[in-house]
Each structure stands twice: as C-alpha cells, then as structure tokens.
C-alpha cells in the first residue's frame, strides 16, 4: 500500500466516523423532538392558567437539555473527535504523498475545509451540543467528503510550476479555513431563523411587504404556525435567537477577515504569476461578490441596525456565493484557475 492509497484509507474512515455522529446527533435531535411534542400539551395548559411554561422553568435540568440523550451525544461527540484525527492523518499522508502542500485541487481543498468545519464545530459545541446545529454540519461534512472521494479525487502528484509557490499554504490555506468557518456560521443562522420564527408563535404577522401576491403573507403566516406548533418543539432546548445570531455574527466576522485575505493574497499572487493583481477571472470575480456579500452583511448589522432574520439571510446568500464559487466556477467555467483541476 503507497502513501496514497493510505490517504485515501483514512479519509474512507473520517468519512466513515462522521457518518456515524450524523446519525447519533440525529437520534438525539429525534428524541428531543419526540419528547418536547409530549410536553407540549402540558406548557400550553401552564400558559392558559397564567404561569410560566414547563419547558422555561429557570435552573431546571429539563429546561436546559429536555429529553436528551446522553449516549447519542457521546457517541456524536467520540465519533467526530475520531473522525477528525482520522481526517487529520490523511490530510498528513497526503501531503507527503504529494511531495507538498495539499491544498493544491479541489479533492484536497474539500478534506482540509472539512477538517476546519468539523474542528469550529467541535470548539462551539465544547460546553453545549446543540443537536440541530451538528446534524447540519455533519450531513454538510459528509456529503462533501463522499464528493470529494467519487467526484473530486485525484491521484497525489506535484502541481504546475504556477502552484509552486508558498502562496499555495498562504493563500489557498486561509481560504479554505474561511470556508470551514463560514459553514458553521451557516448553520447558526438556519437555525437561528427556526427558533426566530418559534419565539413569535402567537404574536401578530407582521411580514415586512417584501412578498410578491395576495396569498404570500398567509404563507408567511403558515411557516410561523407550522414551526410554532408541537412538532418544532425542541427548539425550546436551544439557545435564544439572538444568542444564535450573536454566535453567526462572531464566526461570520473572523471568516470575513480571513476572506479578505483571501482575497488580498491573491491578488499579489496573480501578480507574481500573471503580471497583473486583477484580470477579471470567474475565480476573481466570485470571490469578489462573496466579499460584497458579506461585506453588506456585516455592515447592515453593525451600522444600519439590521438583526434577526433580515440578517441572517445575508448569511444565507453570501453561503451559497461561497460555495458556486467553488462548485460552478471550478467545473463548469473556464479561467486562469482552470489549470488546478478537479
């Protein structure tokens, strides 16, 4: 067995691992849910006699973690660890399989940004899990390591003299870390828009006017009934919204620096290579819009007073700039980035 292949192996199994925890992050969430359905009909009778709900009790054990499972979290929480050493040693092997950095195609781009999502999430979830928020990222993690194993991989070799540059681990490296981070804000902000919606159960519908015919604020008003009724349940275990926001907006905020750097790297990369900082590639041109994107975001928040959901979906754009712009960009646009392969 070569280097290589021993790689590959371990990646196989880091996969493997994570597979599992999105399983048992999933059995938790399930058992949550199925145990706040149960407790709902006794928070509504606490609420009609004029008391506080069952499932906001302050210092109550149930309030904090109602029907959890403690074997389901542990077992999320061993099997992630053991998928990221397992991802962490291929990650290794491949580089000295390459005889390089590998950051250098799209395979090694998608195991090292796994890596660094799975590794944020862990650091979030050190004190709390949060069931909602490791099912998504974990599905997100296995999904792009199965496409980076059947649809992305490529044998480790060397890279066009173009890629031999110590702007390979600067720029491509910060770029991927970004990446990782960003996912896991994603999260947040998905669910931050859930519990959003659960908080306003019961009060008025007052859905700004940016919807498009009659019927569209008695849709709004569904989605806000369906989320607030029992089977949405378990999203009383979850932090406030505000909270989730707060955590997007953290994770949101170091991502954008490191994206400017990203995008400031490469720019002097280009220069060194091409002979110019700005050439208007497809590769330039998304990373530029994602930049905006999130640019607006963070100063919308931060000036023009923009919280909650509005917010949020911001997130929910920038997200999937960030990631055509690795997906369609790389496969099925031609540019100057175009010689890093699949």
Known sequence: MTTGDLSTLLVWGAATAFTIALVAYSADLARIADRAQKRVPVAAGARAAGSRPATAVAGSEEQSA??????????????????????????????????????????????VGVLVAVAVLTVVQRRRVIAFVGVLVMGIAVLALVLALNAFFVQADQVQPALQSYWLVLHVGVAITATGIFTVAFAASVLQVLRSLREEQGAPVDAPAVTVGADAPRRSDGVRRAVGGPRFGWLEQVPGSRELEALSFRLNSVAFVLWTLTLIGGAIWAEDAWGRYWGWDPKEVGTFVAWVVYAAYLHARTTRGWSGRRAAYFVFVGYGVVLANFTVVNLVVTGKHSYSGV
Not at 73 to 89: D, N
């Open 66 to 111: 109602p029907g959890r499972s403690p074997r389901a979290e542990g077992i999320a929480r061993s099997t992630t660890l053991l998928g990221l050493v397992l991802l962490f040693a291929g990650i290794v092997t491949r580089g000295i399989a390459a005889g390089r950095w590998p950051t250098a195609n799209m395979y090694e781009f998608t195991i």
